[in-house]
Protein backbone atom coordinates (compact mmCIF):
# COMPACT_ATOMS: atom_id res chain seq x y z
CA UNK A 1 0.00 0.00 0.00
CA UNK A 2 1.76 3.10 -1.30
CA UNK A 3 1.73 5.93 1.34
CA UNK A 4 2.77 9.73 1.49
CA UNK A 5 3.34 11.33 4.74
CA UNK A 6 3.13 14.98 5.27
CA UNK A 7 5.50 16.60 8.21
CA UNK A 8 6.66 19.82 9.64
CA UNK A 9 3.53 22.03 9.44
CA UNK A 10 3.06 24.70 12.38
CA UNK A 11 1.99 28.14 13.35
CA UNK A 12 5.26 30.51 12.00
CA UNK A 13 5.67 34.06 11.88
CA UNK A 14 5.44 35.88 8.69
CA UNK A 15 9.07 36.26 7.25
CA UNK A 16 9.92 33.12 8.99
CA UNK A 17 10.94 29.69 7.21
CA UNK A 18 9.53 26.08 7.77
CA UNK A 19 10.56 22.73 5.91
CA UNK A 20 8.00 20.74 4.51
CA UNK A 21 8.72 16.49 4.52
CA UNK A 22 6.95 13.85 2.49
CA UNK A 23 7.99 10.55 3.27
CA UNK A 24 7.06 7.70 0.66
CA UNK A 25 6.23 4.17 1.99
CA UNK A 26 4.85 1.51 0.37
CA UNK A 27 6.79 1.63 -3.26
CA UNK A 28 9.80 3.65 -5.20
CA UNK A 29 8.77 6.26 -7.39
CA UNK A 30 11.35 6.37 -9.62
CA UNK A 31 9.48 7.07 -12.29
CA UNK A 32 7.04 9.56 -10.83
CA UNK A 33 6.66 12.93 -10.59
CA UNK A 34 6.43 14.47 -7.06
CA UNK A 35 4.28 17.63 -6.12
CA UNK A 36 3.45 19.76 -3.53
CA UNK A 37 -0.43 21.49 -3.36
CA UNK A 38 -1.44 23.90 -0.68
CA UNK A 39 -5.54 24.62 -0.06
CA UNK A 40 -6.57 27.69 2.07
CA UNK A 41 -9.77 27.14 3.84
CA UNK A 42 -12.81 28.35 1.32
CA UNK A 43 -10.13 28.06 -2.02
CA UNK A 44 -9.66 25.36 -4.19
CA UNK A 45 -6.23 22.89 -3.95
CA UNK A 46 -3.51 25.07 -5.88
CA UNK A 47 -0.10 23.75 -7.35
CA UNK A 48 2.44 24.61 -5.25
CA UNK A 49 6.14 23.19 -6.46
CA UNK A 50 7.04 20.07 -8.42
CA UNK A 51 10.13 17.72 -8.88
CA UNK A 52 11.20 14.85 -11.04
CA UNK A 53 12.14 12.15 -9.24
CA UNK A 54 14.55 10.55 -11.77
CA UNK A 55 15.90 13.74 -12.71
CA UNK A 56 15.73 16.27 -10.70
CA UNK A 57 13.69 18.87 -12.95
CA UNK A 58 11.67 21.44 -10.84
CA UNK A 59 8.42 23.30 -11.48
CA UNK A 60 7.39 26.39 -8.98
CA UNK A 61 4.26 28.18 -9.50
CA UNK A 62 4.65 32.02 -9.93
CA UNK A 63 3.43 32.95 -6.21
CA UNK A 64 6.44 31.22 -4.69
CA UNK A 65 8.70 31.27 -6.81
CA UNK A 66 12.36 32.45 -5.53
CA UNK A 67 11.22 31.54 -1.85
CA UNK A 68 10.20 27.65 -1.97
CA UNK A 69 12.20 25.31 -3.09
CA UNK A 70 11.53 21.45 -3.47
CA UNK A 71 14.13 19.13 -2.77
CA UNK A 72 14.20 15.06 -2.50
CA UNK A 73 16.52 12.85 -0.85
CA UNK A 74 16.27 9.30 -2.98
CA UNK A 75 18.22 7.60 -0.18
CA UNK A 76 15.37 8.94 2.50
CA UNK A 77 12.75 7.71 -0.40
CA UNK A 78 11.96 11.77 0.83
CA UNK A 79 10.49 14.96 -0.80
CA UNK A 80 10.94 18.29 0.92
CA UNK A 81 9.35 21.63 0.77
CA UNK A 82 11.73 24.52 2.02
CA UNK A 83 9.57 27.77 2.78
CA UNK A 84 11.45 30.71 2.98
CA UNK A 85 10.24 34.46 4.11
CA UNK A 86 6.52 33.30 4.62
CA UNK A 87 3.36 35.55 4.29
CA UNK A 88 0.31 34.74 5.56
CA UNK A 89 -1.31 34.18 2.20
CA UNK A 90 0.92 31.16 2.25
CA UNK A 91 -1.05 29.65 5.06
CA UNK A 92 -2.88 26.46 3.90
CA UNK A 93 -2.97 22.95 4.21
CA UNK A 94 0.08 21.45 2.29
CA UNK A 95 -0.26 18.29 0.17
CA UNK A 96 2.24 15.78 -0.77
CA UNK A 97 1.37 13.91 -4.78
CA UNK A 98 2.87 11.45 -6.66
CA UNK A 99 1.68 10.78 -10.67
CA UNK A 100 3.24 8.71 -13.44
CA UNK A 101 2.60 11.32 -15.60
CA UNK A 102 5.17 13.31 -16.51
CA UNK A 103 6.43 16.43 -14.57
CA UNK A 104 5.26 19.28 -17.02
CA UNK A 105 1.54 18.22 -16.18
CA UNK A 106 2.09 17.51 -12.48
CA UNK A 107 1.13 21.38 -12.06
CA UNK A 108 -2.57 20.06 -11.83
CA UNK A 109 -4.70 18.11 -8.89
CA UNK A 110 -6.34 15.95 -11.13
CA UNK A 111 -3.03 14.73 -12.64
CA UNK A 112 -1.47 13.14 -9.14
CA UNK A 113 -2.77 9.30 -8.83
CA UNK A 114 -1.47 9.42 -4.44
CA UNK A 115 -2.02 12.03 -2.25
CA UNK A 116 -1.01 12.50 1.25
CA UNK A 117 -3.23 13.23 3.99
CA UNK A 118 -1.47 16.84 4.75
CA UNK A 119 -0.09 19.00 7.23
CA UNK A 120 -1.20 22.67 8.22
CA UNK A 121 1.11 25.66 8.01
CA UNK A 122 -0.17 29.04 9.66
CA UNK A 123 1.39 32.42 8.51
CA UNK A 124 0.96 34.84 11.31
CA UNK A 125 1.24 38.83 10.34
Known amino acids: QVQLVESGGGLVQAGDSRRLSCAVAGRTFSNYAMGWFRQAPGKERDFVAAVSWRGGSTRYADSVKGRFTIAKDNAKNTVYLHMNSLKPEDTAVYYC??????????????????WGKGTLVTVSS
Open 97 to 114: AATSKPLQVAVTPRAMDY
